[in-house]
């Protein structure tokens, strides 16, 4: 799934290194090139600049290669399902845009009360959700609700101290972290078999910043 990356349309990166608050864990290094944006209508490109420069400190963590194919000791197994409600259906409200690039479609919702939004997206091979805090003001034209109803299935919520976080996930096998930002994440890796044999997976990266969960992506491909 090395073109993970190129079908996202999205790397960014800040320039703040980290120290991790457990500093015996193996980690990882996490780095993505940029790649260009192209959205259908144009009239998406304010909601996408908003989207992108108010999550920009989780990217480095959520673009890169799966880690159960390309480094398994990276990202705890794990073997119970995890999701989002309401399966892969956009919520409701939702404001919708497309890229050019890999045919991409993205379905969002903000919550500027409660500082989150939620975002799906996703083309013929995979999927993904992410529910993240965001202090940017949603631009005109953003749906909003309620997200604290957003709570995937096992219990995991935003503001949740690592500790809690590893009871409900366990706890994980690396932390992953980069030089272009001060937040630090660990991975959790489901395998997905099929009939014909390829290597799906449904992988949840968790994004901290200090001790309190800050981002959650659900990503499931082949």
């Given at each position: 799934?090395?073109?993970?990356?190129?079908?996202?349309?999205?790397?960014?990166?800040?320039?703040?290194?980290?120290?991790?608050?457990?500093?015996?864990?193996?980690?990882?290094?996490?780095?993505?090139?940029?790649?260009?944006?192209?959205?259908?209508?144009?009239?998406?490109?304010?909601?996408?600049?908003?989207?992108?420069?108010?999550?920009?400190?989780?990217?480095?963590?959520?673009?890169?290669?799966?880690?159960?194919?390309?480094?398994?000791?990276?990202?705890?197994?794990?073997?119970?399902?995890?999701?989002?409600?309401g399966g892969?259906?956009?919520?409701?409200?939702?404001?919708?845009?497309?890229?050019?690039?890999?045919?991409?479609?993205?379905?969002?919702?903000?919550?500027?009360?409660?500082?989150?939004?939620?975002?799906?997206e996703g083309?013929?091979?995979?999927?993904?959700?992410?529910?993240?805090?965001?202090?940017?003001?949603?631009?005109?034209?953003?749906?909003?609700?309620?997200?604290?109803?957003?709570?995937?299935?096992?219990?995991?919520?935003?503001?949740?101290?690592?500790?809690?976080?590893?009871?409900?996930?366990?706890r994980p096998?690396?932390?992953?972290?980069?030089?272009?930002?001060?937040?630090?994440?660990?991975?959790?890796?489901?395998?997905?078999?099929?009939?014909?044999?390829?290597?799906?997976?449904?992988?949840?990266?968790?994004?901290?910043?200090?001790?309190?969960?800050?981002?959650?992506?659900?990503?499931?491909?082949?």
């Open positions: 799934m090395s073109e993970r990356a190129r079908r996202c349309a999205i790397a960014l990166a800040a320039a703040i290194t980290v120290l991790s608050p457990f500093a015996a864990t193996a980690e990882v290094d996490v780095r993505e090139p940029k790649t260009p944006v192209v959205l259908v209508p144009a009239s998406a490109e304010p909601v996408w600049d908003w989207l992108r420069d108010g999550t920009r400190a989780n990217d480095p963590f959520f673009h890169h290669p799966d880690l159960y194919d390309h480094d398994r000791a990276a990202a705890r197994v794990v073997t119970r399902r995890e999701a989002f409600p892969w259906n956009a919520p409701v409200p939702a404001t919708t845009f497309d890229f050019t690039v890999g045919k991409d479609d993205w379905h969002l919702q903000a919550d500027p009360r409660h500082h989150l939004v939620f975002y799906r083309c013929c091979s995979y999927k993904r959700e992410v529910l993240t805090r965001i202090d940017a003001t949603p631009p005109v034209g953003v749906a909003r609700g309620d997200l604290r109803r957003m709570v995937p299935a096992s219990g995991v919520r935003i503001g949740d101290a690592a500790d809690v976080v590893y009871r409900k996930l366990g096998a690396r932390l992953l972290r980069s030089p272009s930002t001060r937040r630090w994440a660990a991975a959790y890796v489901r395998p997905l078999p099929t009939p014909g044999g390829t290597s799906c997976i449904e992988q949840g990266t968790v994004v901290f910043e200090g001790e309190r969960l800050v981002a959650y992506e659900l990503w499931r491909g082949c």
